[in-house]
């Protein structure tokens, strides 16, 4: 009880100043005014603060025409859906076999993410001769049952006994789906369209029965509390003063990646969980409620903790984590930093700080996370300002690569592992996972909703909206050079490569040695591809491993057969380049994993980024 009311009493204390402990912790630090804040919580307080941030960008944004996606581009990642289950997943077992048991977990995240996107879109556009609803709804329920089978496809009892990384992703993926089914019943089902449950009157279960998606939405949200709950084991404040640690059965170790699921996932807990019986996972009560403080606090809480930590080197971009020093009697400190980078350590923060702002009404929260994107864009050798690469590409003859700028070059976004066709399973999921949460990240500013006591200043609200939006539609030029260059990846049979540059870069094959990324700096461990070392920091007694699936590289696919013909439509619309045949000496991204679920993931991820961020502003 005492820990329920200290937890309250921090979120009341947050949401009355607007802004997070972290961002309050300075005296020389004035935060800016919330834009909204509850009235009955501030009597006799002075809240010192200055106005709402006007732009996010350090430079005026040109006149120059900004790229759109239009209905082509909205075909394209349709059939990078269609080829990902298709061609990855499997009905019966209600998996995607070929997938580890996290990496389909972001599989199902990717696709719920996708759904919301059509159901949106199918609302506004014309397919002719389709454009009765009835064939719409047909498609988007087709996809919304495979991912209900992925529901009971999915290992939860492996899983479990995973690392909290592992767990974290289970809980986010779920959180999407509830997202999904909300979103398309309030936009194409009656409000009166109540009763969860049915009616034994015809006339009563046509009027009132909800979308039969609904059904499904307890399960969705129960697997979510549980793992969240889970998830809790993870935060310690006996080494680093708090954290999440991210594997149990390893030397301790406070990585980016789990402290940032874990506020993005408990933010979303607080967002968007519907509510739980725990005595069945079907009915949805009050027993586990909707808006659990704790949610909040633990978002909080984490967020402070991963910026007071100094997990960001000095491009703005995450590092990995830290070991502790147990070589010093008594410490307990985060002392050891390992600056290896990956692209998702960039991206999962982004849904955390944007849903802190919604909960919060705090503009530093939107500020840092366009700070981080802009980072990460400034990474990968591309100019925002001028809105092209820092490097001239035509200088560079075949057989010569661009120079690497920390996480991609000629501005296009890229893990150390892409040109050398040496990334395992888990790091060609990471550019999917970056562009999912930047597309959570740049979605429009909610409406404030009213309620008792609340003191709403529209003025700021309209302000702040308009800088983000300026601010994501101002990323349209590096996303949409990253789409093209993706799309030249695409083979016959519509599968997406893990290198987007290849194509751009003269489809050089290079080798670790030479591609130009010095993979011996000081104190970087690339253990999501090469294994954790057997040493005194990361531990002597246990080695961890990438996960490599049920597919290893080299062996034929088992679904896809010898040929790899999947009779699908080529994905060619959006660069007009004729396809790759696989072949090892033409094609680099034919090398290591080849194409796989995961690369395919990551391209629609990209092309769903691209629409939605062109939908920004639209209807101003």
């Known amino acids: 009880m005492a820990l329920s009311q200290l937890l309250i009493g921090l979120v ?84 995607w076999p070929l997938a580890n048991d996290w990496t389909a977990a972001v599989h199902e995240t990717v696709m719920a993410g996708t759904l919301t996107t059509l159901t949106k879109a199918l609302r506004s556009i014309h397919l002719r001769p389709f454009n009765d609803w009835k064939a ?22 492996s899983i479990r006994g995973q690392a909290y990384d592992d767990i974290l992703w289970v809980v986010l993926g779920w959180l999407e789906a509830v997202q999904f089914v909300t979103t398309h019943s309030k936009m194409h089902y009656p409000a009166q369209a109540t009763n969860p449950t049915g009616s034994r009157s015809l006339e009563e279960a046509l009027k009132s029965l909800p979308w039969h998606g609904n059904h499904w939405m307890p399960a969705f949200a129960h697997r979510s509390r549980v793992f969240w709950g889970l998830a809790t084991s993870g935060w310690g404040d006996d080494l680093c003063h708090g954290g999440m640690t991210w ?48 949610h909040l606090a633990a978002a909080i809480v984490g967020y402070k903790w991963l910026k007071d930590v100094n997990m960001t080197n000095a491009r703005g971009l995450y590092v990995d984590g830290y070991h502790i020093d147990f ?8 002392d050891m930093r390992d600056e290896m980078v990956y692209t998702y350590n960039q991206g999962v923060i982004l849904t955390g700080q944007r849903g802190l702002y919604s909960v919060t009404g705090s503009p530093s929260y939107l500020e840092e996370g366009h700070n ?6 400034n990474a990968t050798g591309w100019s925002l300002e001028h809105n092209r690469p820092h490097d001239d590409l035509s200088v560079y003859p075949p057989g010569v690569l661009p120079p690497w700028h920390g996480l991609g070059r000629g501005g296009v976004l890229e893990e150390q592992c892409d040109s050398s066709a040496t990334c395992s399973q888990d790091s060609q999921t990471f550019k999917a996972i970056y562009f999912h949460h930047l597309v959570a990240f740049c979605t429009d500013l909610e409406p404030i909703s009213a309620a008792p006591h609340r003191i709403v200043n529209k003025r700021a609200y309209q302000i702040l909206r308009t800088a983000h939006i ?9 996303v949409h050079h990253n789409v093209l260059a993706a799309m030249e990846t695409v083979d016959l049979n519509g599968q997406f490569g893990m290198w987007w540059g290849a194509g751009l870069f003269n489809n050089t094959v290079v080798t670790r040695d030479g591609d130009g990324i010095d993979h011996s700096a000081e104190n970087v461990t690339d253990y999501r591809n090469q294994g954790t070392p057997n040493d005194e920091i990361w531990g002597q007694d246990t080695q961890w491993l990438p996960g490599s699936g049920r597919w290893m590289p080299g062996d034929p696919n088992p679904i896809i057969g010898q040929s790899g013909n999947t009779d699908q439509q080529v994905l060619s619309r959006l660069s007009g ?5 696989p072949d090892p000496v033409t094609d680099p991204n034919s090398r290591g994993r080849g194409r796989t679920g995961e690369t395919q993931i990551g391209g629609l991820a990209l092309l769903r980024a691209f629409w939605e961020l ?3 502003g639209r209807n101003q």
């Not at 070589?327 to 985060?334: D, K, L, Q, R």
């Not at 981080?372 to 864009?377: A, K, R």
Request: glycine fraction near 4%; aromatic fraction near 12%; charge should be negative.
């Open 12 to 95: 009341s204390l947050c949401l009355t100043y607007g802004v997070s402990p972290v961002l309050a912790r300075s005296t020389d630090k004035v935060p800016y005014c919330p834009v909204f804040y509850e009235s009955s919580l501030l009597k006799n307080v002075v809240m010192r603060c200055k106005p709402v941030p006007e732009t996010f960008l350090d430079f005026i944004p040109s006149d120059r025409e900004v790229p759109q996606a239009e209905i082509e581009v909205l075909e394209d990642a349709f059939e990078a859906l269609a080829v990902l289950q298709q061609v990855y997943f499997d009905s019966e077992a209600g998996t």
């Open 136 to 157: 719409k709804e047909n498609l988007i329920s087709f996809y919304y049952s495979q991912l209900v089978g992925s529901y009971f496809g999915q290992d939860i009892l």
């Open 247 to 294: 594997n149990p059965r390893l030397r301790p170790y406070k990585n980016a990646i789990t402290n940032e699921l874990w506020i993005s996932a408990s933010v979303s807990m607080y967002q968007y969980f519907p509510g739980d019986n725990y005595s069945s996972p079907f009915v949805a009560s009050s027993l586990y409620p909707s808006k659990d403080p704790a």
């Open 327 to 334: 070589s010093i009697p008594g410490n307990v400190e985060c």
């Open 372 to 377: 981080l994107i802009q980072s990460v864009i």
């Open 470 to 478: 300026e601010s994501c539609r101002s990323y349209l030029g590096w």
């Open 577 to 581: 380049m004729s396809k790759l045949a």
């Open 614 to 616: 062109s939908q920004l």
